[in-house]
Every structure is written in C-alpha cells, then in structure tokens.
C-alpha cells in the first residue's frame, strides 16, 4: 500500500522569502503524485501534478515541485512566498489498478511573517 | 460549473440519529472517494468506489456505511453518529491512472448535537 510523509507539521517563513515542503512517498510503481492546498474553511485546490515525463512540474500560483525517484520525493517549492499563501499544504500519492485510492499526508500548516 | 457537488453543505444531526449525505458528479468518473476530515487534520480515507466495486478502509468504522447506485451519485451513511463523528466530509473522483486529478467537492460539515 502506498504512503505520504509529510516531516515537517509547521513551517514559518517571511514575506518574500523562498519555501520548501518536504514530502516523501512510498510506493512499489511508478506513483502519481499530487500537492492541494487548503486554506481555513475552505475546499482542496489543486496546486499541481505529477504522473511522467519531466519531473520538475509546474502549477498553479507560482508553485512548482520535483520528483526524484531515488529519494522517494516530491518537494513543493516557491521562490517567494506571498502572505496569501498561508494555508495547509498536503502532499497526496496515488496508486495503480488494484490499489486506486488517493492518499494524504498529514499535511504542512505554512505561516507567513511580515 | 460545479462538477463534484455534495448536499447538503452544513448538516446538524442529533446523537444516535442516522443521517446520509450525498455527493453527485457530472464527470463521468469511474472511482469516487470519500473523505473525512476533523479540525487541522488531513483528510482521512474512508472508502472509495472503482466502478461498483466497494474497497473500505479497514480502520473505518461499521457505523459508516456507503452506497452507490449508479456512478452520478454516492452517498455516505452514518448510522448511528456519535460526537466524535463531527467532521467535514468530502467526496472525489477521479479515473484512476489516467493522468488527471481527483475532484472535490464542497464538502459537508457535519454537526452532531
């Protein structure tokens, strides 16, 4: 069965600074792999995708992230974070036939200083 | 156009009082998801469907039931709610392996009272 590891539960960065979140997947196939965004009381928004092919994606908002296989990884970054961009984030993995669920992780609260 | 559409929105429920909850999509997607989700939680599997074919989380509790009569509509009952079941649920689908994402809907936060 697949899994998401999310490490880090709270992050803080200042206004305009560059962000990383980390997530690490575990998963015997090629996985399918997603980033949501969740603010307070709202719905998951899609920040981007990664199924093949070129492994740094693009998504929306000026995020992207990049899948390495050898390190089980798909970290979410931005080059300068903006104070709307506070919110949850969650790294989600899904499987092949047979195992066709979408899993979460825990998520990342992310909070931004002025 | 809303395309994942749970009703209701906000759903108040007495204790022990089943309730159902229902979620449509207009997608035509063969799998569809639904999630619980508590308070600065990440959403939880509950079960999902793959055409008709039923998969349900093994720590998913009896009291949570679903159906799904054909593959527009699904519905999740709880049986019997306790107070530990207030939560927002969310729906999905998606078509498994088929490089696109799952669609959510609005979810429904339930309330139990």
């Known amino acids: 069965a697949q899994s998401v590891t999310q490490p880090d539960i709270h992050i803080t960065v200042s206004e305009g600074a560059s962000l990383e979140l980390r997530c690490n997947y575990s998963?015997?196939?090629?996985?399918?792999l997603f980033w949501y965004v969740q603010s307070p009381g709202q719905g998951l928004q899609l920040l981007l995708k990664y199924f093949s092919g070129d492994t740094l994606v693009q998504g929306i908002k000026g995020f992207e992230a990049e899948f390495k296989r050898s390190q089980s990884s798909f970290n979410l970054r931005k080059p300068s974070v903006h104070w709307s961009d506070a919110a949850e984030y969650f790294c989600?993995?899904?499987?092949?036939?047979?195992?066709?669920?979408?899993?979460f992780g825990t998520g990342t609260r992310l909070t931004i200083i002025p | 156009d809303a395309m994942v559409i749970q009703n209701p929105r906000y759903q108040v429920t007495q204790f022990g009082k089943p309730v159902t909850l229902s979620c449509s999509q207009t997608l035509n997607h063969n799998v569809m998801y639904w999630y619980q989700q508590k308070s600065s939680q990440a959403p939880k599997l509950l079960f999902h469907y793959y055409d008709k074919d039923f998969n349900n989380e093994a720590d998913t509790p009896d009291n949570f039931q679903s159906r799904r009569p054909n593959t527009s509509f699904c519905f999740l009952d709880i049986r019997s709610p306790g107070l530990g079941d207030a939560a927002m649920y969310l729906c999905a689908t998606s078509r498994i392996r088929q490089g696109i994402e799952a669609f959510f809907g609005q979810g429904t936060r339930l309330t139990v009272v």
């Open positions: 998963y015997g196939a090629t996985p399918y």
């Open positions: 989600a993995v899904e499987g092949d036939f047979g195992n066709e669920k979408l899993t």
